[in-house]
């Protein structure tokens, strides 16, 4: 929010500056006629021979010319306001390309708050199972039970925000604040795939899926 109004500060004294060189161009254009002038009038009084008086008009012209670059402080001057106003617009552009990574933050807050899920309470004794969160991915992402054995199924967030892990079919979510873990049991009695994703919005797009297999039960 500090980019914008240190774009206007800019713009502001380079105008003045622009202003102030023209203003000071003028003036010396002005003074260059004037001296001018008086060599035309010296001339027609007969002060000044035709040869002196081009010769000071020579110089004149010449004086004008050189005046009228801009000179080492002036670009200097000019240097250091562009390069500021530069800086200013990036820096602002800074944070307008800062909003989806801002947005998808605080889409990990905003109506989703940890709560440990909807997962039962883990099992004394279960197989378990590990699922890291990062941003935006989760690792391992395919994961292989066994049909009507239980599993303890961790979720540990190593990610910036909250994350969450969800698999629809089976009715099963954990989720965890930044820097937290949270687990929960599962037992499921029909092999098959299932896929799981963070359901915190745009975070599954983004890339956070993954699949879990559920083998059959080894014939006894």
Do not use: K
């Not at 240190?6 to 000071?24: E, F, K, N, Q």
């Not at 003028?26 to 006629?33: K, P, Y």
């Not at 008009?57 to 530069?86: H, K, M, N």
């Not at 961790?154 to 604040?177: C, K, P, Q, W, Y």
């Amino acid at each position: 929010m500090m980019a914008m109004p240190l774009v206007l500060v800019v713009l502001a004294v380079l105008v003045v500056a622009v202003v102030g060189m023209s203003t000071r161009d003028d003036a010396d254009r002005r003074s260059v006629s004037d001296a001018q002038r008086v060599l035309d009038r010296r001339l027609a009084g007969g002060e000044l021979g035709p040869d002196e008086h081009d010769r000071r008009v020579a110089v004149l012209t010449e004086t004008r010319g050189r005046d009228s670059r801009p000179g080492t402080g002036v670009i200097v001057v000019a240097g250091v306001l562009v390069v500021g106003l530069l800086v200013a617009v990036f820096a602002w552009g800074g944070v307008g390309t800062s909003w989806p990574d801002q947005g998808w933050q605080m889409a990990g807050h905003m109506g989703w708050s940890s709560g440990g899920g909807t997962a039962a309470a883990p099992v004394p004794g279960a197989v378990e199972a590990e699922i890291v969160a990062t941003d935006l991915r989760f690792d391992p992402t395919t994961v292989t039970i066994t049909a009507g054995v239980p599993v303890n199924l961790t979720l540990i967030n190593e990610g910036r925000v909250f994350h969450d892990l969800t698999i629809s079919a089976l009715d099963f979510m954990l989720d965890a604040e930044s820097g937290e873990q949270t687990s929960g049991s599962l037992t499921v009695d029909e092999p098959g795939t299932y896929e799981f994703e963070c359901s915190v919005p745009g975070h599954a797009a983004a890339g956070m899926r993954g699949t879990l297999t559920v083998e059959p039960a080894a014939a006894s």
